[in-house]
């Protein structure tokens, strides 16, 4: 069984900073991309980050410069770390494993694995 545990979300003001990370087990982390997607209320879900196997990454726009994610193979961990955080950051943020193209790590469908969320709120 596939489990993704995220951990690490809070309340923080405007300009501060918090650390995500997202444990994996059930999988073989080493060969999977990692994603982080946020939902915030009455919108869709979007794309944050993502690391591929190698460590490439790739942001959103509205996050650039500001998150940086990374990974830890030999814990099976991802991570996120969000600086000058903004109240537009509040969502539930929601890592992912497996986009089956490099086309696709945008995409939410593409991902084989979820893992619950968690929330984080940024007050002005």
């Known amino acids: 069984q596939v489990h993704l545990v995220e951990s690490g979300g809070g309340l923080v003001q405007a300009g501060g900073s918090l650390r995500l990370s997202c444990t994996a087990s059930?999988?073989?982390?080493?060969?999977?991309?990692m994603g982080w997607f946020r939902q915030a209320p009455g919108k869709e879900q979007e794309f944050v980050a993502h690391?591929?196997?190698?460590?490439?990454?790739d942001y959103a726009d509205s996050v650039k410069g500001r998150f940086t994610i990374s990974r830890d193979n030999a814990k099976n961990t991802v991570f996120l770390q969000m600086d000058s955080l903004k109240p537009e950051d509040t969502a539930v943020y929601y890592c992912a494993a497996g986009p089956r193209s490099i086309f696709s790590i945008t995409i939410p469908a593409a991902y084989d694995y979820w893992g619950q969320g968690t929330q984080v709120t940024v007050s002005s």
């Open positions: 059930g999988l073989t982390f080493s060969r999977y991309g």
């Open positions: 690391i591929s196997y190698s460590r490439s990454t």
